[in-house]
């Protein structure tokens, strides 16, 4: 029963090396998957009462609100599934840009849910975009799409002598499920801060605790 709760909402608690937007930006994701959840026993009631009148009394009014209510139900149980992988895991692997852009996606489909968690998720894509502006490199600008074109390669030299092989960066090191880089079963790199001695990703340009910049 555990197993099957863990596969569909996840745990409430955040992983401490989110810096406080990003834990932010979760904690409202969370409760709008709670929203969702929450709808899709709402949904199931609404669903069942209005053709159980149907099929007493009649109406073409009350089997409609039947079928909307089943499929009501059905968007928010896969919403609250699906934005569990998309931003609620994304966020706790590091991957800040993915939760963002997909937090999009289940802002529309809260709509089906009275708007509830589509508030949340609104939230949640301002927080992500405060932290991942933030602890960008100075000068990043991302490109604008359609801004690079593909160009075919070159051609190279008869005599020329062939590229050097593509090195593989190594794999990463085993770490036992009891250390603390381990958090929801995802191994994350860590370095410790120089300035304050606390560790943190080492995909994050900046200490989360005292903002000091990597090295």
């Not at 569990?84 to 849910?113: C, E, P, Y």
């Not at 960008?136 to 020329?160: E, I, L, N």
């Not at 381990?182 to 790199?189: D, E, K, Q, S, V």
């Amino acid at each position: 029963m555990s197993s099957a709760m863990g596969s569909i909402l996840a745990p409430g608690s955040s992983p401490p090396w989110l810096p406080r937007d990003v834990a932010e930006g979760r904690r409202f994701a969370w409760w709008a998957a709670i929203m969702f959840l929450l709808w899709v026993l709402v949904w199931f009631i609404i669903a069942i009462v209005a053709l159980v009148i149907f099929a007493l009394e009649g109406g073409v009014g009350l089997l409609l609100l039947g079928l909307i209510g089943f499929i009501a139900m059905m968007l928010c149980f896969l919403s609250a599934v699906f934005m569990k992988k998309t931003v609620l895991d994304a966020i706790d692997q590091g991957r800040f840009h993915d939760a963002k852009n997909d937090s999009m996606v289940w802002i529309i489909f809260g709509f089906a849910a009275f708007a509830l968690p589509s508030i949340l998720l609104i939230l949640t894509y301002v927080k992500l975009g405060d932290a991942i502006t933030a602890h960008a490199p100075v000068g990043y600008m991302p490109y604008q799409a359609g801004s690079v074109a593909a160009q075919a390669p070159k051609t190279s030299h008869p005599h020329a002598a062939p590229p050097a092989p593509v090195q593989q960066a190594p794999p990463p090191q085993n770490v036992p499920p009891g250390h603390p880089q381990y958090h929801h079963g995802h191994a994350t790199a860590m370095i410790r801060c120089k300035n304050c001695s606390v560790q943190f990703p080492t995909f994050m340009h900046t200490c989360p605790n005292c903002g000091a910049p990597k090295e």
